[in-house]
C-alpha cells in the first residue's frame, strides 16, 4: 500500500494546485451574489446605533434602537421601553440622541435580555432592565457615571466570561468591570495609563479609536488606540499602567478612526489590525505584524478611487465589526459612511451617499489578502455603530443599523 500512496501523492498536489485558482474565483462569484433584503423600520432619527435579541421570548429577535423595540419577525410593531428625552424629536442635521451606541445582554441572569446604552461620550451608560413582558416600561440603572471615547465596546477582556465596558474616562485609558453579583450597581473603571493632564485632547471624551485583541498571540486581550497597543499583563488583580508597544493604526496626521479591529488577516499566525484612519474623513487599511512584531500598512482606501484597488471611495468610517458574512470561516469586514456626523455642511462630502459595505477577506494561501468590496445598500450607512449578526436565525449573518437616516436591517438573502 506504500508504493500506490508515494505515486499518487504528487498527482493529487498537482491537481488540487491547479484548481485552487477555479475554487477562488468560485469563492468569489458566491460572494458576489450574496444579497440583502431591507427592512425601513423607521426614517426617523432616533439612535446612533442599534442592535437585536429577543426580549419577549416569542422566539423572534427583537431590534432596538434608542427608547424603541421593533418586534419580529416583521418589525413592524414598535413599542417604547422607557420615557421620551427631553430634546426629542432629535434633529439629523443639528444634534445628536441619547442613544450613541447600544448592546444587549443579561445582567442580572434572570434569562430576559436587558439593554446596555452607552448615552452619549462623557456621560452616563445605563442598563434597561428587562422587566419579563410584565410592564411597558423598563427600569434603568446608571452602571459608569463617565463613558469616554465616541467608540465603547461591551466584551471580555479579562477572560471571566463575563463582558466589560470597553471604553475610558477621566484622561486614562482602560476597561470598567461589573460587578455581576450587583450587575445593575456602579462598574469598577480599571485604568491602564497614566492620567492626562486636563488640556490633553489624546485622551478627552471624543477620542477616536479604540479597540481590543490579542495582538501578541499569548492569549491575554490587549487594548489598542491609534498610536499602538498596550499589552495586558499576566496579573491584572491590580492595577498598573500596561505596557505601550507604537503602531501606529491610523494615517499621519488623522484624527483616528473607530473600531479598531484584531485579526489574522492573511493567516501567518500572527493577529493583524484593521482601522479606518478617521472617523470624519478618509482612510481604511489594514497593518500587517510582521515576526519582528512591528507593522506593514496596506491601505484599502482614500480620498481618491484610485487609491483603493478596487477603485472604491467613501468617507466617515464610524463604525465596523468582524463577521463571517459569506460563512467560509473567515471573518469578513462590515463597515460603511456615517451620515451627517455633525451636520450637512461639516467633514467630508457630508452628502456622498451613506454606504453601507461588507469587505471579503480573501486569503491567496500564501501569506497575502484582499479586502474585496460589496455593497449592501447605499443609503442608510452606519452610525457609530453597526451590528452584523443571524438576525433571522437562518444561519446567514445580517446587519443592524441605527443613525441619523434612520433605523434599518438587512437581511441576507
Known amino acids: 500500500m506504500h508504493e500506490p500512496e508515494r505515486f499518487f501523492d504528487p498527482i493529487m498536489k498537482r491537481l488540487i494546485s491547479s ?13 458576489a451574489d450574496i444579497t440583502f433584503k431591507k427592512y425601513t423600520l423607521t426614517e426617523e432619527f432616533v439612535a ?40 426629542e424629536p432629535y434633529d439629523p442635521g443639528k444634534g445628536y440622541s441619547d442613544y450613541f451606541l447600544t448592546y444587549t445582554h443579561d445582567f442580572n ?46 466584551a471580555d477582556l479579562n477572560a471571566d466570561g463575563k463582558p466589560e465596558l470597553i471604553c475610558h474616562t477621566g484622561g486614562q485609558l482602560g476597561y470598567a468591570e461589573i460587578d455581576w453579583k450587583n450587575p445593575f450597581g456602579k462598574a469598577k473603571f480599571r485604568p491602564i495609563t497614566p492620567k492626562s493632564p486636563a488640556n490633553d485632547k489624546k485622551y478627552f471624551k471624543y477620542t477616536h479609536g479604540y479597540g481590543l ?11 489598542l488606540d491609534r498610536d499602538g497597543w498596550f499589552e495586558q499583563p499576566a496579573d491584572t488583580k ?9 503602531g501606529p493604526f491610523t494615517a499621519p496626521g488623522a484624527r483616528g478612526g ?35 512584531g512591528k507593522f506593514k500598512e496596506h491601505k484599502l482606501m482614500g480620498s481618491k478611487p484610485e487609491d483603493s484597488p478596487h477603485g472604491v471611495k467613501f468617507s466617515q468610517l464610524h463604525a465596523m465589526k468582524l463577521s463571517d458574512v459569506d460563512g ?58 453597526v451590528t452584523p449578526g443571524d438576525v433571522n436565525k437562518d444561519g446567514k449573518i445580517d446587519v443592524v443599523v441605527g443613525n441619523k437616516k434612520g433605523v434599518f436591517v438587512f437581511l441576507q438573502n
Open 19 to 31: 484548481l485552487l485558482p477555479s475554487l477562488a474565483l468560485l469563492v468569489s462569484a458566491q460572494a
Open 48 to 87: 446612533e446605533g442599534a442592535h437585536f435579541a429577543d426580549f419577549d421570548h416569542d422566539g423572534h429577535n427583537d431590534i432596538c434602537a434608542g427608547r424603541f423595540i421593533w418586534k419580529g419577525p416583521e418589525f413592524k410593531e414598535r413599542v417604547s421601553f422607557t420615557a421620551p428625552a427631553e430634546k
Open 109 to 154: 441572569s434572570d434569562g430576559w435580555t436587558d439593554i446596555l446604552v452607552y448615552s452619549w461620550p462623557g456621560k452616563e451608560t445605563w442598563v434597561f432592565e428587562n422587566p419579563q413582558n410584565k410592564s411597558a416600561q423598563w427600569t434603568r440603572h446608571s452602571i459608569f457615571d463617565v463613558t469616554d471615547n465616541e467608540s465603547p465596546d461591551f
Open 213 to 223: 485583541g490579542d495582538v501578541n498571540g499569548d492569549g491575554k486581550q490587549d487594548l
Open 238 to 246: 491590580e492595577d498598573k499602567d500596561w505596557a505601550f508597544h507604537p
Open 258 to 292: 473607530s473600531f479598531l479591529l484584531v485579526y489574522d488577516v492573511n493567516a501567518d499566525g500572527r493577529n493583524d489590525v484593521i482601522s479606518g484612519y478617521d472617523a470624519h474623513g478618509f482612510g481604511f487599511g489594514w497593518f500587517e505584524q510582521g515576526a519582528d
Open 328 to 385: 467560509d470561516g473567515v471573518l469578513d469586514v462590515v463597515t460603511g459612511k456615517r451620515r451627517w456626523a455633525h451636520g450637512p455642511l461639516k467633514d467630508d462630502e457630508p452628502n456622498a451617499a451613506p454606504v453601507l459595505y461588507w469587505f471579503q477577506i480573501k486569503r491567496d494561501g500564501k501569506g497575502g489578502a484582499e479586502l474585496i468590496p460589496h455593497q449592501i445598500d447605499d443609503n442608510s450607512g452606519v452610525g457609530t455603530q
